[in-house]
């Protein structure tokens, strides 16, 4: 199946703070989507974004499908920006996304 | 719009019991919709797929016998995890999409299942 996975795995910043997130997969996709998990487990949808690029206020991402990477930036990051970060990618009509490894980011003061 | 409802989001049971979830798409119809399960500090796994009026299709090494799931409308796909014991406590959610092609998952707020 699809590979996906995502660097820095960990990342520390200072409050104020830019950040550049990146998702890597093994295949072609039509469906990539990115996700900020709180510390209560909620997945909040970010972008859906299979290709090209996207800005909501402080968060914007681009996903070069071609060649197989999506980033995720962060800017003037804040301490409620902390969490687990995910990318979900999938492929075809069944749309099942497989998640990738995650980046675990914490802001602090 | 494209709220996902998942019910409960905590339960704690004893051993050997059995537990229901239930995914509702509350604001639109979703065909399809998908079960996942999260342990603690890693990814979230597909379990199965859900089709509204048909039988789930399971990930390889997911027990369907163990991950009993229901899609009878809509709006309603349902998890029941029969005879749970201490190894399925994990964290449960759910997710759909709406019937079109090239939209996205929508996912609930998810189930934390605890078995004693």
């Known amino acids: 199946g699809i590979q996906v996975e995502q660097s820095p795995p960990d990342l520390i910043l200072q409050e104020g703070a830019n950040s550049t997130l990146r998702c890597n997969f093994s295949?072609?996709?039509?469906?990539l989507q990115w996700f900020h998990q709180n510390p209560w487990g909620q997945l909040i949808n970010l972008f859906y974004?299979?290709?090209g690029t996207k800005q909501n206020g402080r968060l914007s991402a681009t996903t070069v499908a071609t060649e197989r990477y999506s980033l995720l930036y962060i800017s003037s990051s804040q301490t409620t920006d902390s969490g687990v970060y995910f990318c979900?990618?999938?492929?075809?009509?069944?749309?099942?996304?497989?998640f990738g490894t995650g980046t675990r980011l914490q802001v602090t003061l | 719009g494209a709220v996902v409802s998942q019910h409960p989001s905590w339960v704690i049971c004893k051993s050997g019991t059995s537990v229901k979830i239930e995914c509702r798409s509350l604001?639109?119809?979703?065909?399809?919709m998908f079960w996942y399960r999260q342990f603690p500090k890693q990814s979230l796994m597909l379990m199965a797929t859900?089709?509204?009026?048909?039988?789930?299709?399971?990930e390889q090494g997911v027990e369907k016998d163990k991950f009993l799931i229901n899609h009878a409308s809509l709006t309603l796909s349902t998890l029941t995890v029969t005879s749970a014991h201490p190894e399925d406590s994990s964290f449960y959610i759910c997710?759909?999409?709406?019937?079109?092609?090239?939209?996205?998952?929508?996912f609930g707020d998810g189930t934390r299942l605890s078995i004693l």
């Open positions: 997710s759909a999409r709406v019937r079109a092609d090239n939209q996205p998952q929508h």
């Open positions: 295949d072609s996709v039509n469906n």
């Open positions: 974004i299979p290709s």
């Open positions: 979900a990618v999938g492929f075809g009509t069944a749309s099942k996304l497989t």
């Open positions: 604001d639109f119809q979703a065909t399809t």
């Open positions: 859900s089709n509204e009026g048909s039988k789930a299709t399971y």
